[in-house]
């Protein structure tokens, strides 16, 4: 059977997770049938916009009665690629690497990181959440052997673009990186950045007007 291959923005992306999330939940609950003004409801959000990311996931309604909460839960992990199991390669094996490495929910988005890389000889050979720390120098066999697709970028930010060209040069083709630093990729390559400081920033700046007398 063919994909579903729909394009959508990435507004729409950031919402189909909520979605997600909430479809869990119900079906834990035993609730086998939603509407997109259920689903509006629950997050403020306009319902017809509600109804255009569902649609795009492929997922057909029936009229009076919505979705059923198990296909449209099974939909839409089929659209954002999380019922297929992605392993990826992580370089930098600081906080932001050991926090990731134990973020055991990972996993139930189709993300497995199957290995950790560092070019610190204080941190090879450690051993972090089960998975050990390797020479950043044998990264490259090993994308290849293992068909690596997927990079994580934890190191300090300048040795970010050193470390996302050599996963690129090794053949990865997807980079998720959460170093603070401006990256050039060439064309074919997916880069998302990660930027907690720039969410930081809206918290603060909102916080920061409410609490003005």
């Known amino acids: 059977m063919a994909q579903h291959t729909v394009v959508v923005s990435r507004s729409t992306l950031k919402r189909l997770p909520l979605y997600l999330h909430l479809l869990e939940k119900l079906q834990a609950e035993g609730v086998e049938t939603i509407s997109c003004t259920y689903i509006a409801k629950e997050f403020d959000f306009d319902p017809t916009q509600v109804r255009k990311d569902v649609e795009a996931t492929g997922e057909v309604g029936t009229a009076r009665i919505g979705f059923r909460v198990a296909g449209l839960t099974d939909k839409i992990k089929e659209f954002l690629g999380w019922n297929n199991a992605h392993d990826a390669f992580l370089i930098g094996a600081g906080n932001m690497g050991k926090a990731l490495l134990g973020y055991k929910d990972f996993e139930k988005y189709g993300l497995n990181i199957v290995a950790a890389f560092d070019k610190d000889p204080k941190k090879v050979g450690a051993k972090i959440f089960g998975k050990e720390v390797m020479p950043l120098s044998k990264m490259p066999a090993l994308v290849k052997r293992m068909h690596i697709n997927i990079g994580i970028v934890t190191v300090p930010a300048e040795h970010a673009q050193a470390a996302v060209d050599a996963l690129i040069d090794a053949g990865v083709k997807a980079i ?24 930081l920033a809206v918290l603060t700046n909102n916080l920061t007007r409410v609490l003005k007398p």
């Open 176 to 199: 998720w990186n959460f170093a603070p630093a401006p990256l050039k990729i060439p064309e074919g390559v997916i880069l998302e950045n990660a930027r907690l400081t720039q969410s």
